[in-house]
């Protein structure tokens, strides 16, 4: 998996190097009288002489781009501007559409078939489509393609995390959790070195896919989850993993007899649970509903409410400022393969803050005050001119840091806070949120962008602030425990809120709190 992450990378943040807002200029036909008189029609139309004499205004069908910074580009080889410039964001949003829907099904699809299966699957169907779309002739093909390729990143990413997970021990997996995702950050910085050498879209593609080939052998030798194994009843193939791993690591394991006894335990536990829970994994369109069924429970009781829609709205404005800040470069005016760099150098001290500060000043203060310090120079930009490249950057960076803390903070604050029983669809469907941000930045990009390079920062600063509001409903979860059902949570909520409206004075009401919280514990 940490093999793997980094071609995920690429993938994801590379494509602001495929597809940059490039300068450039009507290239004039033979028939064309002068350019249009309005500098910026003059890059998508021109005055043509008629047979009769008189001009005419007519779209331009070629263009000369600016090459100082990109030898060749899918903007300059596919002429993605003027009428076809919503090609661009399309291109990057696109990735994040199939992501959506990757993510809605990676649940079913790694239940059903298995963690080690989705990897392969989703691993190879990667591999072979990032190594195809530098060859393709026509860009919605290669939309398409993109398409497929978002699909496939939760399908292969979140598959082989839960395998990860599943097969180490409990004190190793928040280190191995962490580590798995530290490539992502210091492929980021490798990438604007690499973008920097290779200027040409098509052999910067396919030397960032290539080493994809190199993961796939690794899957031969993977072994499926145990755990998955004896939930679905194959326990030959669970024990022969579990002696296989035992040998590994020089681990004496119990008999035989009773870890067969303990793998029929576990999994009449899972056929109750499936009997209980009507079939959940009985087939696609039953996943599809337990979907919707799952949302309503989210959304049903008034305290449940007001956390979902809290934590969709954090999560949204999430993934729309951070992959805003990731394609910003272009329209900021700053150099794009340092931007990149210095973004990856964001990605490692923000994995390293977020634990400390989120335990010293608890989930909802942290996550506000980085909500509120992103706001804060993403607002100031608009007023800092381009010419000063080093303070637009240092700013643009600093929101880059702040609101990578702020995502880290906030994910570790909804696992606390959703009960148990709808933790994981909780958790599933913010990230669904934050999915649709992202998809909408770039074309935040591209529309509000060219009114002035500042003005999208502007609204990623506003919505920074915004989101920092909507924690003012949240508990606080640092030194709560964690609930277990939904009806607990709408308890709690009600005797603690019972607590501060009695006719009592302020130390007696604290008390009753800190009571109510002792009883949960």
């Not at 006894?261 to 994994?281: G, Q, V």
């Not at 649709?436 to 935040?444: D, E, Q």
């Amino acid at each position: 998996m940490c093999y793997w992450v980094p071609q995920i990378a690429n993938q994801d943040m590379g494509a602001a190097f495929l597809t940059p807002d490039l300068a450039h200029t009507c290239r004039l036909p033979p028939d064309a009288a002068s350019a249009a008189s309005n500098d910026t029609r003059s890059q998508c139309s021109y005055n043509a002489t008629t047979t009769n004499g008189s001009t005419e205004e007519r779209p331009c069908l070629q263009w000369d781009f600016d090459d100082s910074t990109f030898t060749n580009t899918i903007t300059s080889e596919f002429s993605l501007v003027c009428g076809r410039s919503y090609l661009r964001a399309a291109f990057k949003s696109v990735y994040y559409l199939g992501g959506f829907f990757g993510a809605m099904l990676n649940g079913w699809l790694s239940d059903r078939f298995g963690r080690k299966t989705m990897l392969a699957v989703g691993s190879v169907i990667f591999t072979i489509m990032s190594n195809i779309l530098p060859w393709l002739p026509s860009i919605n093909i290669m939309l398409f393609f993109r398409f497929v390729m978002g699909m496939m990143q939760p399908t292969s990413i979140h598959a082989g995390y839960i395998l990860a997970m599943e097969v180490n021990e409990p004190k190793y997996r928040t280190a191995v959790g962490v580590l798995i995702f530290l490539p992502y950050a210091l492929t980021v910085i490798v990438l604007g070195g690499y973008g920097y050498l290779l200027r040409d879209w098509r052999w910067l593609s396919v030397t960032t896919s290539l080493p994809c080939l190199l993961f796939l052998p690794m899957l031969l030798v993977l072994d499926e989850s145990p755990r998955w194994l004896i939930v679905r009843g194959r326990h030959d193939d669970a024990l022969r993993v579990l002696q296989k791993a035992a040998r590994w690591n020089k681990a004496q394991l119990p008999p035989e007899e009773e870890l067969r006894a303990l793998m029929d335990h576990i999994r009449k536990e899972a056929l109750a649970a499936t009997k209980k829970s009507d079939a959940s994994t009985s087939g696609l369109v039953r996943s599809l509903k337990n979907i919707m069924e799952d949302v309503i429970v989210l959304v049903r009781t008034r305290r449940m409410r007001s956390i979902t829609l809290s934590f969709y709205a954090l999560f949204f404005v999430l993934g729309m400022v951070y992959y805003g800040l990731s394609f910003g470069a272009d329209k900021l005016g700053v150099d794009p393969f340092v931007y990149m760099a210095v973004s990856g150098v964001m990605e490692v001290p923000s994995g390293t803050l977020t634990i400390p500060l989120a335990e010293k000043m608890g989930r909802r203060a942290s996550s506000t005050l980085f909500l509120v310090v992103t706001a804060g120079p993403l607002l100031v930009l608009g007023f800092i001119p381009t010419a000063l490249e080093w303070l637009v950057v240092t700013l643009a960076m600093l929101g880059r840091l702040a609101i990578t803390v702020a995502f880290q903070i906030v994910y570790l604050y909804a696992s606390e806070i959703f009960p148990t029983e709808v933790r994981v669809r909780g958790l599933g469907t913010c990230t669904m949120m934050a999915t649709v941000g992202a998809m909408l930045a770039p074309f935040i990009w591209e529309i509000l962008g060219s009114i002035k390079s500042w003005v999208p920062l502007f609204v990623f600063g506003v919505a920074a602030f915004v989101a920092s509001v909507t924690t003012f409903w949240l508990p606080e979860t640092r030194t709560a425990p964690m609930l277990d059902t939904v009806a607990s949570l709408e308890a709690s909520h009600s005797r603690v809120k019972e607590a501060r409206a009695a006719p009592l004075d302020r130390e007696m009401a604290d008390k009753s709190i800190k009571e109510t919280d002792a009883q949960q514990a």
